[in-house]
């Protein structure tokens, strides 16, 4: 059972997942929690609050879904290959209940050091496996942010195209693919 701060979050994400974040108003958020208007604020001081707590809530459940199944055991690769999968996987979904990747990312950006500080811990798991991939020189040593850019923006893009059914999902040249984005931030020997 869902407290009514996780309601009035589920409630703010389904708005978002619906509308947008244009088409976000309290008012709204307060009738799918099926509270007051004036309830939302038993929990939240307004709607840069609710925004901040959104967003920690809905990258917590981006990390553990793109995160899923690494382990240290893996090589870099199988790693990396796990995680862009998940991203594949996760954004060629549309959900009328959970806001997607690409709404996350058009959700205001908060420049809360905590959130942001939050949000670099979720992912640690992630930049270990450029780190392990950089010290064992299969990776080029530059900026870890860098390195995400260009290898697992792939996988992102073509989750939209996927999702939209400008593409199909086709594991061979998906793999493929994946491939390709890990090679372009190795070593060529």
Same mark, same amino acid.
């Given at each position: 059972?869902?407290?009514?701060?996780?309601?009035?979050?589920?409630?703010? *994400?389904?708005?978002?997942?619906?509308?947008?974040?244009?088409?976000?108003?309290?008012?709204?958020?307060?009738?799918?929690?099926?509270?007051?208007?004036?309830?939302? !604020?038993?929990?939240?001081?307004?709607?840069?609050?609710?925004?901040?707590?959104?967003?920690?809530?809905?990258?917590?459940?981006?990390?553990?879904?793109?995160?899923?199944?690494?382990?240290?055991?893996?090589?870099?690769?199988?790693?990396?290959?796990?995680?862009?999968?998940?991203?594949?996987?996760?954004?060629?979904?549309?959900?009328? *209940?959970?806001?997607?990747?690409?709404?996350?990312?058009?959700?205001?950006?908060?420049?809360?050091?905590?959130?942001?500080? !939050?949000?670099?811990?979720?992912?640690?798991?992630?930049?270990?496996?450029?780190? $392990?991939?950089?010290? $064992?020189? =299969?990776?080029?040593?530059? *900026?870890?942010?860098?390195?995400?850019?260009?290898?697992? *923006?792939?996988?992102?893009?073509?989750?939209?195209?996927?999702?939209?059914?400008?593409?199909?999902?086709?594991?061979?040249?998906?793999? =493929?693919?994946?491939?390709?984005?890990?090679?372009?931030?190795?070593?060529?020997?």
């Amino acid at each position: 059972m869902l407290s009514k701060k996780e309601q009035i979050l589920a409630a703010a *994400e389904k708005v978002i997942a619906q509308k947008g974040f244009d088409g976000l108003s309290m008012l709204q958020v307060a009738k799918e929690a099926n509270i007051s208007a004036g309830g939302i !604020y038993l929990y939240f001081s307004g709607k840069d609050d609710l925004m901040m707590e959104l967003r920690k809530a809905v990258i917590a459940n981006l990390a553990t879904e793109l995160l899923n199944g690494i382990n240290d055991n893996h090589s870099s690769w199988e790693n990396y290959r796990i995680v862009w999968f998940n991203i594949v996987k996760y954004g060629k979904v549309r959900s009328n *209940e959970k806001i997607s990747f690409d709404q996350y990312l058009r959700l205001p950006k908060i420049s809360n050091d905590s959130v942001n500080q !939050y949000e670099i811990s979720l992912f640690s798991p992630l930049y270990k496996i450029y780190m $392990k991939a950089i010290e $064992k020189g =299969e990776i080029l040593n530059i *900026e870890i942010n860098y390195l995400i850019a260009l290898s697992l *923006e792939s996988a992102s893009a073509l989750s939209r195209y996927i999702r939209r059914e400008a593409m199909p999902y086709d594991p061979i040249k998906l793999d =493929e693919i994946c491939r390709m984005s890990w090679q372009t931030i190795c070593y060529k020997n």
